[in-house]
């Protein structure tokens, strides 16, 4: 989620790091998700995108809903070839 928002403000790793007083490295491996941020951490990088907390935590909340959703989706739909089996096209 930080990733994206970064992206879509088109600002670099090291402004948002600078802004947010985190380490490059540490906020890159936050944002693959190699690293479990305080939410400490996670403030200051959402402030440091103009954004609190809480919206944070909304968006990410609301992209989890969505994919939940979508693999429960997935579970619950009737088998089909396509989804079973390997399909291959000429």
């Known amino acids: 989620m930080l990733r994206r928002e970064r992206l879509a403000q088109e600002r ?26 305080s939410s400490e951490v996670l403030a200051a990088a959402a402030q440091a995108l103009g954004l609190g ?12 809903t969505r994919l939940t959703s979508r693999t429960t989706a997935r579970r619950h739909a009737p088998a089909t070839p396509h989804r079973d089996g390997l399909c291959l096209a000429a």
């Open 12 to 37: 670099t790793l090291k402004d948002v790091a600078d802004a947010a007083r985190i380490s490059m490295p540490y906020l890159s491996e936050v944002e693959r998700g190699r690293k479990e941020a």
């Open 53 to 64: 907390l809480g919206d944070l935590l909304s968006r990410a909340h609301g992209e989890l």
